[in-house]
């Protein structure tokens, strides 16, 4: 399965119609596939963000360019049991959303899911 969504920020005003919204980048790309082998899921998403150009304070620091790589492998035990592995920012990428607040690094998560199924008959 794929998935592709582009977001443009570039006609958003903001409350006061005054001029662009800050701190929100002009241009936004998401770009997910996944493959699913037996009772095996793996899957990997690639987030890309445009510098962010409409800032308040300390101009010079603007949140630059950046891209996200998010892996998982998830495994089906059961009905409805599943263990995931998940790696976050995967390439380990130095970014900020706002200037001068970094952002994760490379982090790393185990999930456990049960779906219950309270569905009577």
Known sequence: MLGVNLQLAESLADV???GPLTYVPKWRLFYSASLEL???LLSGDVRWVSKT???????NDAPKAYT???????LLFHQNTRLAFIMDNALNTQ???MERYRM???TYRIEM???FDVAKE
Do not use: H, W
């Open 38 to 40: 037996g009772k095996l």
């Open 95 to 97: 970014y900020e959303e």
């Open 53 to 59: 150009d409409s800032v308040i304070f300390f101009m």
């Open 16 to 18: 006061d119609g005054q």
């Open 68 to 74: 996200l790589v998010g892996l998982r492998a998830a």
């Open 113 to 115: 899911l049960y779906e």
């Open 104 to 106: 994760p690094p490379r």
